[in-house]
């Protein structure tokens, strides 16, 4: 490719986004050079925005603009039922169903001996004090449904259960393997509203 060095800087930039290879980089590119000058500066001042001010909700990780999250913040949530999810993008997902009511806590990872990724390593010790200091009567594990989800789900279980709160996992149905991210809204909503206990 023999680009102006800015496109080409551009196009450089665009390929590192997740499911981005060099023909959506350019689509992307040109669509960005064609068009007017404020939608384009939008978009670059959107990517600034949130780089300057989202950080983790300081109660559940999921990412916020306050202190806590929209989810955290709301009155309208039932905070003595609690989601467990890995990442942020988890979430999405699941308010699209409507059919969780609760509240969250990020993870911010699942437990991979292979990559060496421990409790310690995440927001574990963060969830056991919220079961004691809040109201928490369940705790719905959903991580991913793959080999570290499963593993992680399986931990949380052991440690959350002798503490007297009611632990479910999200029922099967849900590809195996997968990631929540991708599942569709009907088979999620289902998995949710038919959680199993653990
Ligand atoms: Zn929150």
């Known amino acids: 490719m ?8 551009l196009l450089d930039e665009l390929e590192r986004l997740p499911g981005i290879g060099p023909k959506s980089a350019q689509r992307i590119a040109y669509w960005i050079l064609n068009t007017d000058a404020a939608t384009a500066l939008r978009l670059a001042e959107a990517i600034v925005e949130v780089k300057e001010t989202v950080h983790f909700c ?3 990780f999921n990412y916020a603009q306050d202190d806590v999250c929209e989810i955290c913040a709301s009155d309208r949530r039932d905070a003595s039922i609690i989601c467990v999810v890995s990442e ?8 699209r169903t ?24 995440l927001h ?11 109201d928490v009567q369940e705790v719905v ?9 499963e593993t992680t789900a399986a931990y949380l279980a052991r440690i959350i259960k002798p503490l007297g709160v009611t632990v ?3 029922a099967s149905g849900l590809p195996v393997g997968g990631d929540l991210e991708f599942a569709d ?10 959680r199993l206990p653990l």
Not at 3 to 9: G, H, L, N, S
Not at 185 to 194: K, Q
């Open 98 to 121: 409507m059919v969780f009511k609760g509240v969250y806590h990020v993870l911010g990872g699942a437990l991979s001996p292979m990559e060496n990724i421990g409790p310690d390593d």
């Open 58 to 60: 300081s109660r559940c």
């Open 88 to 95: 942020p993008r988890d979430i999405p997902p699941i308010e």
């Open 168 to 170: 479910t996992r999200l």
């Open 2 to 9: 023999n680009a102006a060095p800015a496109i080409q800087k």
């Open 124 to 134: 574990i010790a963060e969830l056991l004090r919220r079961l004691v200091t809040e």
């Open 141 to 149: 594990l959903a991580t991913n449904p793959n080999v570290e989800g």
């Open 185 to 194: 809204e009907v088979t999620l909503g289902r998995a949710i509203e038919s």
